[in-house]
């Protein structure tokens, strides 16, 4: 049974940095693209950043770009988003996902398996 886990979430001021964890068991991450995407109520599910598998490239919505980073450690099945610099629209749940590929996009669709999300709220 494939199951994602998603931690680190929380309450922070605008400014401050969380980081996420997304840890995978029941599948290998090392070939396999792994998104972050959030999610505010009432709206659409958007991609923020991804990881590829092999490489490791990463790509980021326009929206983070510079203030987010994504990792990921094999030996752990743990993916990671640091997020510097928030702001309070920066507030959604958020959540991993694995792809059936190695390339990452951020389009929901391309992805296979769902974490339950975490809350961030940033706010002072």
């Known amino acids: 049974q494939v199951q994602l886990v998603e931690s680190g979430g929380g309450l922070v001021q605008p400014g401050g940095s969380l980081r996420l964890s997304c840890v995978g068991s029941g599948l290998t991450f090392y070939n396999r693209a792994i998104g972050w995407f959030r999610q505010a109520p009432g709206k659409e599910r958007e991609g923020v950043s991804c990881?590829?598998?092999?490489?490791?490239?990463?790509f980021h919505a326009d929206s983070v770009r510079g203030r987010f980073t994504v990792s990921r450690d094999n030996a752990k099945n743990t993916v990671y988003l640091q997020m510097n610099s928030l702001k309070p629209e920066d507030t959604n749940v958020y959540y991993c996902?694995?792809?059936?590929?190695?390339?990452?996009?951020?389009?929901?669709?391309?992805?296979?398996?769902w974490g339950q999300g975490t809350q961030v709220t940033v706010s002072s």
């Open positions: 996902a694995v792809a059936h590929r190695e390339v990452c996009g951020l389009w929901a669709g391309e992805y296979e398996y």
């Open positions: 990881i590829g598998g092999g490489d490791s490239s990463t």
